[in-house]
């Protein structure tokens, strides 16, 4: 599933909020009350549904620290990629932050990109603005009922949604990256499987 810190970071690109700075803690802060489902829309290939693979690509990364403080000269890491996997993310909030965050999608001032630069979308990231929740809803699934998607929702406490991930981004800052829990919960699709 998409995170929400990956959102915030294409937001705070396309609004062009440098790394760490007083605007970006502002916009984060703010972002954190903005509530996100996202949804997996499948993708269809010649008469079926294309499955969703997983591709992993290796890193080098030189000059980071051994837990003994050393500079190692280079670490090798792994980065997994979603293959034929999309996505339609639906954020609810405040409507100033977020009718500035789908003017600067529309036309950011910096690129954004899906977690790498090398990931670019092969799509426009921005369905549109809606007033409310079952208007945006139509935008990304059609007239389908949600129950048929496989979705993850934010919720606000354990009853809702047992699963945490440290997806809240507090701070993009390059030396000090931070980031606060998050609860969610994932339903999986109920039905048959959408048949265009």
Request: overall charge positive; proline content about 6%.
């Amino acid at each position: 599933m998409p995170t929400k810190s990956a959102l915030a970071g294409m937001c705070c690109a396309a609004l062009g909020l440098p790394r760490g700075s007083k605007e970006e803690q502002e916009c984060l802060s703010s972002f954190r009350m903005v509530r996100m489902t996202a949804i997996v829309i499948p993708r269809r290939g010649t008469g079926q549904d294309l499955p969703v693979g997983r591709l992993q690509d290796f890193h080098t990364v030189q000059n980071t620290k051994t837990a003994e403080g050393k500079i190692k000269d280079c670490h090798i890491t792994h980065r997994q990629y979603l293959t034929d996997a999309s996505f339609g993310v639906l954020l609810e909030g405040d409507v100033v932050l977020l009718g500035q965050i789908a003017a600067a999608l529309a036309d950011p001032r910096w690129g954004i990109w899906l977690g790498r630069k090398t990931c670019i979308p092969s799509a426009p990231v921005l369905a549109g603005l809606k007033d409310n929740r079952d208007d945006a809803l139509r935008l990304l699934i059609g007239e389908h009922p949600l129950e048929l998607f496989t979705r993850q929702d934010e919720v606000k406490n354990f009853g809702e949604g047992i699963d945490s991930l440290p997806d809240s981004p507090v701070s993009f800052a390059t030396e000090r990256r931070e980031f606060s829990p998050r609860r969610v919960r994932t339903l999986q699709r109920t039905g048959h499987p959408l048949r265009s």
